[in-house]
């Protein structure tokens, strides 16, 4: 296939880990709706044990697109082989999709059109409208979580209806209109290339959770502003192969709000952080998975309180 031009296309990245199908269908739509604006699509596989990357391999020459390949032989985390796949980019755009994404048309001929605009030079990340499996808009743009909101989730308040507003994610807004907002959903996070790399791209101490929030308030600092495209949809199935390991699970979530709180918050507020995610947390979410008569939640709440102690030394680490 002859190389176009990148002026004015993107590069799609793809971090996979244990993806099965999901990500042999997302090329599909790729190749299906948008070949002609892609310059290239790069897949990062974090170690995988299932056959995902091989059915990629098999079928490759179908693909109307460069298609690059990495093969870690180790899961180095999500922001990190983010970082690597952008590495291997060269067209004016990176686009991070999620291997649980489907295309339609308009996915991405919209957005970029959007940051094409010389109206729109400001703008740093463009997001789109996301359907679930059910059809439904999903709640995918977020806020930037202050003290407050992680308070919340340690003690368990924002799982009462009163206290539900305080959360990172935009749940009371249905998601039915064009607008700026904090942060977008890093399963279709679209952005230009230079900024990217002016950026330093993810934060690789974040294994994996946040590290899309952490960028997007570092772009937001740098001066530009993050839009939510509703003229434009994709699927996602969400929650992706990370629910199949719970405690894992929720020990990088602990992990990258330790992470943000200290990269973030003031001394004083980060260290606050710090004790009240290992002093109270355990027994509060202990005690809503006794009351709701989840037993097997508890002995993963404690695995990834014992896994978030045993790294301490390198989350507290400068």
Not at 27 to 52: C, F, K, Q, T
Not at 166 to 190: K, N, Q
Request: include cysteine.
């Amino acid at each position: 296939m002859t190389k176009q031009s990148s002026h004015g296309m993107l590069d799609v990245i793809f971090v996979n880990w244990n993806g099965g199908n999901q990500l042999l269908d997302a090329l599909g739509s790729i190749a299906m709706h948008h070949s002609a604006l892609v310059h290239s699509v790069v897949i990062v596989d974090n170690a995988s044990a299932d056959d995902s990357l091989a059915q990629v391999i098999q079928r490759r020459s179908e693909f109307p697109f460069d298609l690059k390949i990495v093969a870690n032989t180790e899961n180095k985390g999500f922001g990190a082989a983010c970082n690597q796949g952008a590495a291997l980019a060269a067209a004016d755009f990176l686009l991070f999709l999620n291997p649980d994404t489907r295309l339609f048309r308009g996915s991405l001929s919209t957005p970029i059109a959007y940051l094409l605009d010389p109206e729109n030079v400001r703008i740093g990340v463009a997001g789109i409208q996301l359907i679930d499996d059910s059809g439904k808009v999903s709640r995918s743009c977020s806020r930037f979580p202050g003290f407050s909101v992680f308070l919340a989730q340690v003690t368990g308040l924002n799982r009462l209806p009163a206290f539900s507003r305080m959360s990172t994610h935009m749940a009371e807004w249905p998601h039915d209109e064009t607008r700026r907002v904090d942060h977008v959903i890093g399963a279709f996070y679209l952005m230009p290339r230079a900024l990217f790399e002016a950026l330093h791209g993810f934060d690789e101490r974040f294994f994996v959770y946040l590290e899309d929030l952490d960028l997007s308030l570092r772009v937001h600092q740098a001066g530009y502003q993050i839009v939510y495209l509703a003229t434009a949809q994709a699927f996602h199935a969400g929650g992706g192969t990370s629910r199949k390991v719970k405690a894992r699970r929720l020990f990088y979530s602990l992990r990258s709000r330790l992470l943000y709180g200290r990269k973030h918050f003031r001394p004083v507020r980060a260290a606050a952080l710090l004790a009240i995610t290992l002093g109270i947390e355990p027994l509060t979410r202990t005690a809503f998975s006794l009351l709701g008569g989840h037993i097997d939640d508890v002995r993963d709440t404690w695995k990834a309180y014992a896994m978030l102690v045993a790294d301490l030394p390198r989350i507290l680490r400068r």
